[in-house]
């Protein structure tokens, strides 16, 4: 159901009827929505969906009440889900395994929708749980994390799985652009494993475990998330049953049981997109995690973002009610997760674009306040204040707005106009927020200095301190991080004697540093906080000493002007240490070392400067908690550079074997070194680039095929004729494409095949994935290559947005020809030196073959000769 308009509510599938209830959710009817839903609760997942609401209304306002309330509506759910029975049931599953009737397609797909939503319950209980910002909530919410965890990645395995045993190449059921490849990991079966982890005393019900039979294994039946043979052939059995040889679907087909196999199919690409949903969404999460911590190497957490991407993309566009979760999902994490985590002045036109796609395709919902929200977001990202304040107005003045996200944009509205110095109108919106059941104190925090950065009652100030003094002490979160800062301003920023509206104002601007809000910033803007900072430093009415400095240092660094920024962090470290006595400010001189080092890095690329100022920014904190918070900072700001530094093709993962059966390591015979790469096109000729092969002779060049690791395994064939293309210009990287012949016929094994060449036109927005054994970085002017075989997922662009691209970047934009195809992803991947020659794939079919590049991994579109322009080529030429 695409739409949410007025329906013929009796007729809808309960699936439709619950998003039915999310759409008048969305479209600023909250009340309504529940009370939609609730005449319809007697249904599991309707009730579930009424529960999700009030679990967001709870989440939007951090009110304790709603989510206590919440808390409970999630653990009835659960139980509801749950197959324990009490304890006789419980000793006659341990005995003679899990009995449950499977005479009936209904049944599979009703335990699966059971165990996917019990999987979500425990994931919106942890965050609740989570929420309270104390260290046995956050190790309680872990333990209920993992369990869904586990849930998740059984699910997703077995929906894939029989997925899998229903569509072949006749059916029309897609299996979608999702890489499975995780279940071939090594660390992702350890986490599935219950070896891994004793939190848990309770069944998850496998459908692919049913009746396992007796072994000696030392693994509880209970606890086991593998397969059984068994029980998978007795499903297989199942749905092929009453004659049913072929799964091909045609409109004269009266039989009842081909009908029920159509609705089962239906229904299981349903619940994949469901599955999609929370699978994709932890995936996403986990991924910002430092793998390296201990607690999440105990807790087994691993993430891969990529993938959870494509997970909420493919759960947007299915038919499940989690479709319109996975949009508000992907929204949040371009317009709100990607920027809290990117460095200062990072380029996050990609996330902009996905975010405007997203708007765009939803234009049903252009008058919810919740879109409005978004859009104001993307506003605000793009330097738009004042269209970002608009479309907050709008959100505001929508009728009926829900409590909960009047907070949300209210707070959005008052960053804005801080970031535009308008202190007055933002004290106006902060002093309504101090009715917020987030932090009532951080709100009248930031009324107080935009009161004294327009110089607004000094006598009120003096009270404020007071005020704010007895709430931060009589709140049940005193211990909380924000709380410690708060009360360390009112103890030495707070002065007795009365200060000018420029000391406040520094105030506001350490706030805008610490919300990351200064590369949000107009060029004016900015000249006019470091002209306060200087008077503040001329007229020595700073509130703490280096701060000033420490601010022109970070307003330079977010205008590119890094040689001044490095100056202004020097001088600020300088300053601090020449104070020692002033132990409450060290996170100034720590903060100071460590954008140096960052500056550094960009600048002029001093590692060891980068290290050893990192070093010095430890050396500063003398409680550990706070170092611990500083080291996650320091991780959530370096993330995307961290990115391209993993071993990767560029920004991409190591294939397993048989993974790209098609892929071809192109050897030069008296080094033994890898020039590039190549395709299987038949059992005798492979694909290629003329610019690998143009000045190749065939008795110093052999290729090796059924192998992901250039130093073992893999067969070695010579060749007998390499074909260049005839009209290969290779100045212009024109027509760059070749074949070679082998010098005998290929043998395809399970680690080695051909593939298909496609012949359709392909435009801008496919997930394809290419692989190879290029270089994965560079130091300098030298690569950096790997030993196994990397792939990674791009996006094609058009043709024009990929000229586009290039001429901004001051790139040959005139070197893309109708027979070029391009893609585009995030910075840190794609191709590289070593990877030209292979395939560009999308649904098992090469759509381009890898030519060249501009600065490996730097965000620069990334371009292949166009398969649907030389398909006839290669054809004619390898009969």
């Known amino acids: 159901m695409e739409s949410c ?128 910002c104390d260290m046995p909530s956050y190790i309680k919410a872990a333990f209920i994390l993992r369990r869904a965890w586990k849930i998740y990645n059984q699910i997703f395995k077995e929906i894939h799985e029989l997925c899998s045993e229903l569509c072949n190449d006749e059916s029309p059921m897609e299996m979608g652009s999702i890489d499975f490849s995780i279940f071939h990991n090594n660390n992702a079966q350890e ?12 069944t998850v019900p496998s459908l692919i475990n049913h009746n396992v039979p007796q072994s000696s294994s030392n693994i509880s039946k209970s606890h086991s998330t593998f397969f059984s043979s068994d029980k998978k052939t007795r499903i297989k059995k199942h749905l092929t049953t009453n004659k049913m040889t072929s799964f091909k679907l045609t409109s004269e087909c009266s039989d009842c049981d081909n009908i029920g196999l159509v609705e089962f199919k239906n229904e299981l690409l349903r619940l994949r997109g469901a599955i999609y949903f929370g699978y994709g969404l932890l995936q996403i999460a986990f991924s910002f995690v430092p793998p390296q911590l201990k607690v999440i190497n105990f807790f087994g957490y691993q993430g891969d973002r990529e993938m959870g991407l494509n997970c909420l993309k493919e759960a947007k566009n299915s038919r499940d009610t989690r479709s319109l979760m996975a949009i508000i999902g992907l929204l949040y994490y371009y317009l709100i997760v990607v920027p809290f985590f990117s460095l200062e002045n990072s380029d996050l036109s990609e996330e902009i674009h996905e975010a405007t796609q997203i708007l765009n395709e939803n234009e049903r919902f252009d008058q919810s306040a919740l879109f409005l929200f978004f859009s104001g977001r993307r506003q605000r990202l793009k330097k738009k204040m004042k269209f970002a304040i608009m479309h907050y107005d709008a959100s505001l003045r929508v009728p009926n707005l829900p409590r909960e996200l009047k907070m949300l944009v209210m707070h959005e509205l008052g960053f804005c106009l801080l970031i535009e110095l308008k202190f007055h109108d933002a004290m106006h919106y902060f002093n309504e927020l101090r009715v917020s059941k987030f932090s009532k104190s951080y709100y009248m925090y930031l009324t107080s200095i935009c009161r004294g950065a327009i110089k607004d009652h000094d006598e009120e100030l003096k009270i404020c301190k007071d005020i704010l003094l007895k709430v931060i002490n009589s709140s049940s979160q005193k211990e909380g991080i924000i709380e410690k800062f708060l009360l360390n301003r009112c103890n030495f920023a707070f002065p007795d004697d009365e200060r000018d509206e420029v000391y406040w104002k520094l105030l506001c601007y350490e706030i805008m540093y610490l919300w990351n809000l200064l590369g949000s910033c107009s060029s ?17 009415s700073e509130p703490f000493i280096g701060l000033p400095h420490f601010l022109i240092g970070a307003c330079l660094a977010a205008t590119g002007d890094y040689e001044n920024s490095i100056n202004s962090y020097k001088k600020c470290i300088e300053i601090c240490n020449d104070n020692p006595s002033n132990v409450h400010l060290n996170y100034i001189p720590a903060y100071a070392s460590y954008e140096l080092a960052v500056v550094l890095m960009k600048f002029s690329g001093k590692n060891s400067t980068f290290s ?22 320091c991780y959530g700001a370096t993330i995307r550079e961290q990115n391209t530094r993993q071993g990767r093709i560029v920004g991409g993962s190591t294939a397993f074997p048989g993974q790209f059966r098609h892929q071809v390591s192109i050897r030069d015979v008296p080094t033994r070194n890898h020039l590039c790469g190549g395709f299987i096109i038949n ?106 075989l990397k792939y990674v997922t791009l996006q094609t662009i058009t043709n024009a947005d990929c000229r586009a691209r290039l001429i ?39 759509i381009g073959v890898t030519t060249w ?10 371009m292949y000769a166009r398969m649907a322009s030389f398909r006839n080529w290669f054809l004619q030429n390898t009969q």
């Open 808 to 846: 901004a970047s001051d790139r040959p934009g005139d070197l893309i020809f109708d027979s070029t195809l391009c893609t585009f992803t995030q910075f840190g991947q794609g191709t590289c030196a070593g990877d030209n020659g292979g395939a560009l794939v999308w649904n098992n079919l090469v």
């Open 5 to 132: 308009e007025e329906l013929n509510v009796e007729s809808l599938s309960d699936c439709d009827y619950v998003k039915q209830g999310f759409c008048m959710w969305i479209n600023n009817e909250p009340v309504n929505a529940i009370d939609f839903l609730e005449k319809r609760k007697e249904v599991l997942c309707v009730e579930y969906g009424a529960v999700l609401l009030h679990f967001f209304n709870a989440l939007i306002s951090f009110d304790r009440n709603k989510i206590s309330e919440v808390t409970l509506l999630l653990r009835n759910i659960e139980k509801k889900c749950s197959q324990e029975q009490g304890w006789l049931q419980s000793i006659r599953t341990k005995l003679f395994g899990e009995q449950r009737d499977y005479s009936s397609r209904k049944s599979i797909l009703d335990d699966l929708e059971k165990e996917i939503i019990l999987a979500d319950t425990l994931l919106c209980s942890s965050i609740l749980i989570g929420i309270s």
């Open 612 to 633: 050893c100022q990192l070093k010095v920014s430890e050396n500063m904190f003398k409680s550990l908690a706070i170092f611990i918070t500083f080291v996650a900072l």
């Open 683 to 788: 059992s005798r000729w492979i694909g290629s680039s003329a610019d690998c092969t143009i000045d190749r002779e065939i008795q110093t060049t052999r290729v090796v095929v059924g192998s992901t690791s250039l130093s073992s395994g893999g067969t070695d064939y010579g060749i007998s004729q390499i074909i260049n293309h005839e009209a290969y210009i290779p100045s212009l990287l024109l027509n760059d494409v070749s074949v070679i012949q082998t010098s005998v016929p290929i043998i395809f094994t399970d680690q080695v095949a051909a593939i298909a060449l496609a012949a359709q036109v392909i435009g801008g927005g496919v997930l394809s994935q290419t692989s190879g054994w290029g270089a994965v970085g560079s130091v300098g002017d030298d690569f950096e290559f790997t030993d196994d």
């Open 524 to 540: 004016s803007t900015i000249e006019t906080i470091i002209k306060d900072c200087q008077q503040s430093i001329e007229e020595n």
């Open 191 to 202: 986490l599935s494993s219950p070896t891994t982890s004793e939190c848990s005393n309770w």
């Open 853 to 862: 590049n501009v600065e490996c991994g730097r965000g620069y579109p990334d």
